[in-house]
Structures are given as C-alpha cells and as structure tokens.
C-alpha cells in the first residue's frame, strides 16, 4: 500500500475542514438567531431524544436470550440502574453511561 501524495493529503484536508465549517456554520445560517424556529424542527427537538432511547434499548436487547446463558439477569439489572439513575438526576448521558458501567461489571466479575 502507498502513501498518499502531497497534493492527495492537502485535498483531503481542505475536505475535512470544509466539512466541519459547513456542519458548524450551516445551522446559523438557516436559522439566523432573530427568526422563530420552525415548527418541525421544534417537533424533531421534543420525539427525537426518546426515539435514539428506544432504539438503543432495541439494539441492546436483540440477542438477550431468556432461556440461556445468564437468562438475561445483568440487562434486566442495568436497565433497573438506568431508570433509577434517570429518575433521580434526570441526566440522560449519566443514566446511559451507569447502566452501561453497571452492566460491563456484572458480566466481568458476577456472571
């Protein structure tokens, strides 16, 4: 495999930049800090959290068998440590990363 030429590594840089630039200033341009936010975009702001929250827990408990192997004991416990740490500091990123803590421990060192 070759390296990648002088002019290849300054293409790919100004790519990479302008990339950023436009994810960074593309919101500010489209909706300037003096108009009202759009309705849809108010909507999208209040659904899309849940959603990513019920498609994660989705995606973690595919292959939960309850039949096999720990009967899906260390989930069943992360998830009761994820709601409780949600009810009582309603931080959703603290939640996720307790649960997820809790539940790496379980299967490393109890199951």
């Known amino acids: 495999m070759s390296a990648m030429t002088l002019p290849q590594q300054l293409v790919t840089i100004l790519m990479v930049v302008l990339g950023t630039m436009l994810t960074r200033f593309l919101p500010f341009l489209l909706f300037p800090a003096g108009k009202p936010t759009p ?42 440590v994820v709601i409780g740490l949600h009810l009582w500091k309603k931080q959703m990123l603290l939640s996720i990363a307790g649960g997820t803590v809790c539940y790496m421990l379980l299967v490393q060192f109890v199951f």
């Open 39 to 80: 309705k849809y975009l108010q909507y999208l702001g209040k659904v899309l959290p849940a959603a990513v929250f019920g498609l994660l827990v989705v995606y973690c408990l595919r292959n939960v068998s309850i039949v096999s192997g720990s009967h899906g004991i260390p989930e069943l416990i992360a998830i009761v």
